[in-house]
């Protein structure tokens, strides 16, 4: 008596086709979150260099007009600092508010060098996701520069910004 053909799959050719199918969905599933961090770095990134450059904008503006005669990189009157400015959404002198919310996580800093010209160096670090892309602290504090008496300064930042200033008519 001839034997009848089975036809259909075995179960090991279901269970390699099964693992096959489930590490390509688990790669595909990496590539879309990795895709997906990236696009929030870039993001904020952005963020954050439109932040340096409204307040390199400003120091520019402080630097023009008749008034002028020794470049400077101070703050605008009644702001303790440059980051303070930036965040002051609620007066017509402030910069009209941090792009990275909440405001917090972001650190503005601008470090003059030298007389006229004055170089300015515009930075922002940003926490993120337990993440911090800048020289800060984890408090959202900039870290301490040892090398210059402990003050404040970012030296390497995404969102960095640096230019010369003089006074212009």
Do not use: Y
Request: net charge neutral; with cysteine; aromatic share 2%.
């Amino acid at each position: 008596m001839p034997m009848a053909s089975r036809s259909g799959l075995t179960l090991v050719e279901l269970l390699v086709g099964a693992v096959v199918l489930a590490v390509a969905i688990v790669a595909l599933l990496g590539a879309c979150l990795g895709q997906l961090t990236m696009n929030e770095h870039a993001r904020r990134l952005a963020w954050a260099g439109n932040d340096a450059s409204r307040v390199l904008e400003q120091v520019r503006r402080q630097n023009s007009g008749g008034a002028c005669t020794t470049p400077s990189a101070t703050p605008p009157a009644g702001f303790g600092s440059w980051d303070a400015w930036l965040a002051d959404d609620a007066t017509a002198a402030g910069g009209g508010g941090k792009s990275i919310q909440p405001a917090a996580d972001e650190l503005v800093v601008v470090t003059p060098v030298g007389a006229n010209p004055l170089t300015v160096t515009v930075a922002v670090c940003w926490r993120h996701r337990n993440r911090i892309l800048g020289e800060c602290t984890g408090a959202g504090a900039l870290a301490q520069n040892p090398g210059a008496g402990g003050d404040p300064l970012v030296t390497e930042s995404p969102a960095m910004l640096s230019t010369l200033i003089t006074c212009r008519a």
